[in-house]
């Protein structure tokens, strides 16, 4: 992998991690485009690098709103702070499930399966289409909520499922407020991401040796960079109710890929 790919790989993590489109499914198709030529070592470690680098893009976006949790639970009473931090444990519980007892499973789903991710990107349209129609609320997420919220993102694991499309979707469809579903997505995902790049390195899965930290470091710079403009943009987007736009992209480059993939 060249500067270039890095670069351009970068982007497109920074960009669908957030926007409704699936970053793991355009990881994919950006691999098979570029053609790809890592080893899984070298594979895993710049994926690792690019998901820390849109974590930290999130930490950065909801700075106050971390602090504020912090601060309130830290008064360990059962206030408003410590609920919603409880309520994104309660949301991971999915994930984590199917993350340690399935993990080879889901990676088998990995590396070139194009005619999934295409599958896949025409069931998140779907959803963002039912969820754009949804009508706006005050309510916040629930305890019952967020386990359910937290079983869509578990299975957003899928490639072309967008884990943020998916998770605002949910959230939308049971009635909760846009703004706070948005909020609420883009926060349950940091522990996630920590804890599965820890996961990963304590492991042994991934190695620093002999990489080449250029590549490493660029693609870094760029996933961050385009996560905080795409961050923030998502909200402003889910506020005016305009995920319909994603929805019609999603179903056309779900049919290109399903596309590709036969014809190849």
């Known amino acids: 992998m060249d500067i270039i790919d890095s670069i351009i790989l970068g982007i497109v993590q920074g960009l669908t991690e957030f926007l409704p489109v699936s970053s793991s499914g355009h990881l994919e198709l950006g691999k098979a485009i570029l053609g790809d030529q890592t080893v899984p070592e070298e594979r895993l470690l710049f994926t690792v690098v690019l998901h820390f680098a849109t974590a930290l893009s999130t930490i950065v976006v909801f700075r106050k709103d971390i602090v504020m949790l912090l601060k309130g639970a830290l008064k360990f009473k059962w206030n408003d702070d410590l609920q919603f931090i409880m309520k994104i444990a309660v949301s991971m519980i999915p994930a984590v499930v199917i993350g340690v007892y399935f993990e080879t499973e889901l990676e088998q789903l990995f590396g070139g399966q194009i005619l999934l991710v295409g599958f896949m990107l025409i069931v998140t349209a779907l959803l963002l289409f039912l969820a754009d129609k949804s009508k706006n609320t005050t309510k916040s997420v629930s305890f019952k909520n967020a386990f359910v919220i937290g079983i869509s993102q578990a299975i957003a694991m899928l490639p072309g ?104």
């Open 161 to 264: 499922i967008s884990r943020s499309g998916a998770t605002i979707s949910t959230s939308v469809l049971l009635g909760n407020d846009k703004t706070k579903a948005a909020r609420f997505s883009f926060l349950m995902v940091v522990p996630l991401i920590f804890g599965k790049i820890a996961k990963d390195v304590l492991s042994g899965e991934i190695s620093a040796a002999n990489q080449n930290f250029t590549v490493l470091s660029i693609g870094f710079i760029a996933a961050f960079v385009s996560g905080l403009f795409a961050c923030t943009w998502m909200i402003a987007l889910v506020k005016k109710s305009k995920l319909t736009y994603f929805a019609v992209y999603c179903f056309i480059v779900g049919l290109i890929a399903i596309g590709i993939s036969i014809f190849k």
